[in-house]
């Protein structure tokens, strides 16, 4: 029971800090979560992706989001144009999860941020 | 312009469904390069378009399956629910260039993070998956 009690407060604690994250950048935060629950609490890898959705589900977000809004920082045409097609694109994908090798998925992409961020970072600071 | 914007939320939904993400992170570069938006609106139209459950088809495909862990989900909401409330005051008074330096930074940690695999055969951690599914 103890031992359940420290493992629900450690995973409360890893989802806070994804949570400042997911404020800090305007992101979901599962990009942080599906690793955080696979490397410190052994989920596998498709459990983990699983579990970080349902996490997704409630607007958790919304708090963050109006701290956004009340600064002028939303642009409402764009972001209500890509909500039906990331809904009907996430079917797809929780499909393709199904057949592909997640792994090689996630390593890939994890390439295509690598790069992302570099750039990010570079454009930044050489401004 | 409406199209890409279209096409763009579909190739993103993809990864959503495929890597079980929110897809913030593909969205805020994507609008920031392909729509010209400023790294803040970026961030809050990202945040906009996180709201309702973008991820619920995809999560229907995981429950089939039952890789999911109900109770893990919840506390994790609780916890960015919070967590996201401090990130969003941090995030608005700073400079959109030192956010977007943040941002390229937090993107090549969760490369990182994403790459490192933990060993699915080794026994301690089929233990310990063991233990955390009944948890």
């Known amino acids: 029971m103890a031992e359940g009690l420290a493992r629900d407060a450690s995973i ?3 989802a806070c800090v994804c949570g400042v994250a997911s404020g800090l950048f305007g992101i979901g935060g599962g990009v942080l979560l599906v690793p955080f629950l696979a490397l410190f609490f052994a989920f596998g890898q498709h459990r983990a992706q699983g579990t970080s959705l349902v996490a997704l589900i409630p607007p958790t977000g919304l708090l963050a989001f109006l701290a956004y809004a009340r600064a002028g920082y939303v642009h ?7 909500i039906p097609g990331v ?8 499909l393709l999860a199904k057949r592909l090798q997640p792994q090689r998925m996630r390593q890939v992409f994890a390439g295509v ?6 750039w990010q970072a570079a454009a930044a600071w050489w401004r | 312009m409406t199209l890409t914007v279209l096409l763009l939320g579909l190739a993103v939904g993809v990864l959503v469904g495929l890597l079980g ?3 913030g992170v593909v969205l805020v570069p994507a609008m920031v390069y392909l729509l010209h938006m400023d790294q803040h609106m970026a961030q809050g139209t990202s945040l906009l378009i996180l709201l309702p459950p973008v991820g619920l088809g995809a999560l229907r495909e995981y429950w089939k399956q039952d890789q999911v862990d109900v109770r893990a989900g919840i506390l994790c909401a609780l916890g960015m629910f919070v967590g996201g409330y401090a990130g969003g005051l941090i ?4 400079t959109s260039r030192h956010l977007k330096g943040l941002f390229g930074c937090f993107l090549i ?4 993070l994403l790459w490192r695999k933990p060993q699915p055969k080794s026994p301690v951690a089929d ?6 599914s009944r948890g």
């Not at chain 1, 409402?76 to 890509?82: C, F, P, R």
């Not at chain 2, 995030?91 to 700073?94: D, H, I, S």
């Open chain 2, 91 to 94: 995030a608005v008074p700073l």
């Open chain 2, 127 to 132: 233990s310990v998956g063991e233990e955390s």
């Open chain 1, 113 to 118: 941020m690598f790069v992302l961020g570099i």
């Open chain 1, 76 to 82: 409402w045409k764009i972001g209500l144009l890509l």
């Open chain 1, 12 to 14: 409360f604690v890893a």
């Open chain 2, 21 to 23: 993400i929110g897809g």
């Open chain 2, 109 to 112: 940690l969760a490369a990182f």
């Open chain 1, 87 to 94: 809904i009907v694109g996430g079917i797809l994908g929780g």
